[in-house]
């Protein structure tokens, strides 16, 4: 006689497939965010550079400030995602633990549903933590010292 855990065995099989393709997507509009905002931000600070304006900086750096946000949003999800294959991973090798068991009852054995039990803005601290965000650290950087450095004055012939 099988366990309810074999019985669904292909069932869960298929989860952790979507799963990967899930964290896979997350993981490319993360990168796609960071192109779109660095070009954002490149193409309004050669614009500031163009009028002499550091007015346009500011916006610049608000700009990516919110492509910044929405990244590490996909960061999130990503990891949350990533914590639900692991714990289908768990599952499908027989290493099941009272945590999951419980995590199973209440999800209803949908692991495409990320564990909602933190909140997004708690965890941006973690988040903020990852490699994957060196990319904001410099172009902030860059930006703060564009908006303390005073723009050279044109040369006219």
Known sequence: MSTPKEANRDY?????EMLQSTIARMANNSLEIKKVGLTVWAAI?????????????????????LFGILDVYYLYLERKFRDNFNRLARI???YVTAEDDEWIKK???NFLKPDGSTKFLEQIPNTLRSWSNLPYLITFSITILLLAMPLPASSSK
């Open 92 to 94: 499908l090798s027989g």
């Open 12 to 16: 869960w099989i298929k989860q952790s």
């Open 45 to 65: 600070v050669g614009f500031g550079f163009t009028n002499r304006n550091t007015a346009l900086f500011a916006l610049a750096f608000v700009a990516f400030l």
């Open 107 to 109: 999800a209803k054995g």
